[in-house]
């Protein structure tokens, strides 16, 4: 088969043939039909994030049909279409996966780093972190949702109390949140890189409020607040936006430092919190609300041997939404 594979840190992927292997105990095979492009794919491919594995194939946003399932999986068979998320697998042992919080696993695997992703035409995954994917989504549709939409989905419970909500970072997670938030009556406060038009319109069409430059004042104190672009001084320019009592949600597995800030502008109870990958339980969750909404993806796609050129785009911020590589039939 026919995969987009990390040869050295930082370089560009590399076009590589694979032998398809066969699932093994608890594992399914899938042909890959979508696998959308994931921020934190380029963490991997910077070196941003420690110890991947050697020549790892990238990609957590993959949706596919079985093609293959090993001894022990019942609840899937050949032929059924599965999304595989970054939770490639947890412990069940340690103190977070009997807490409930396997997302904080001591010995997690990652789909697209730990374990060889959906830049390829198959895959294998831990059939216990697949799921069905409901049937009004196209594959290209469906493949955000596996990241953008579940990290989103887990950032934004944080703050689905939040009257007025901003969202700093206007990409695939944001417009999918947004979607979110609107639907159960918030304000969307939508904030883009400086002159990021196309982003903007995006978000207003999707009902936000306002839409403006991260640096901007919106015109009322917000009561929550989302970061996705991993750009840790957007930390301070968010708390200058929030009231008291509000929380602050940052999105993004790998973020750059955050600068220096007077204490004042956390005083007042403000809260700043992480999200951490996700648990089975937000996947269930956010797979039954988003076709009920419906939450509608903006993709653009391209064929996975172009997967240079469209990080590169995301990389520059000239995507609007979100990158799906469709792999060859
Ligand atoms: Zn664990
Ligand atoms: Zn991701």
Redesign the pocket.
């Known amino acids: 088969m026919m995969a987009m594979a990390l040869d050295r840190v930082g370089a560009p992927l590399q076009s590589v043939e694979r032998r398809v292997e066969a699932p093994r105990r608890g594992q399914i095979a899938v042909r890959v039909a979508a696998c959308g492009i994931c921020r934190t794919d380029l963490h991997v491919i910077d070196g941003d994030l420690p110890r991947p594995k050697p020549h790892v194939i990238p990609g957590h946003e993959i949706i596919g049909r079985v093609t293959a399932v090993g001894p022990g999986v019942d609840a899937l068979k050949v032929g059924d279409r599965v999304g595989i998320p970054w939770l490639g697998k947890?412990?069940?042992?340690?103190r977070?996966?009997r807490a409930g919080q396997?997302n904080l696993?001591?010995?997690p695997e990652f789909t697209g780093y730990t374990i060889d992703g959906g830049y390829a035409q198959f895959a294998i995954a831990n059939a216990d972190y697949a799921f069905k994917i409901p049937s009004i989504y196209s594959d290209a549709e469906a493949a955000p949702l596996m990241c953008a939409g579940l990290i989103g989905y887990r950032a934004w419970k944080l703050v689905a109390e939040a009257r007025r909500l901003g969202i700093y970072g206007f990409g695939a997670a944001a417009h999918i949140v947004a979607q979110l938030a609107v639907f159960h009556g918030q304000e969307v406060y939508a904030f883009t890189r400086a002159g990021d038009t196309p982003a903007q319109k995006l978000a207003r069409e999707l009902g936000a409020k306002w839409a403006s430059a991260s640096d901007e004042k919106p015109p009322h104190p917000l009561d929550g607040a989302i970061i996705f672009a991993p750009v840790g001084s957007l930390v301070p320019l968010a708390l200058k936006a929030l009231d008291k009592g509000g929380t602050l949600v940052l999105g993004g597995i790998h973020m750059s430092d955050i600068p220096s800030m007077p204490y004042e502008l956390l005083w007042g109870e403000r809260v700043v919190r992480s999200v951490a990958n996700l648990t089975r339980q937000d996947a269930v969750e956010f797979l039954k609300i988003a076709p009920r909404i419906p939450i509608r993806p903006h993709v653009t796609t391209f064929g996975l041997s172009e997967a240079n050129a469209a990080i590169a785009r995301l990389r520059a911020g000239k995507l609007t939404g979100a990158a799906v590589l469709i792999p060859p039939a």
Do not use: N, Q, S, V
């Open positions: 947890t412990c069940g042992r340690c977070f996966c396997e696993c001591e010995r």
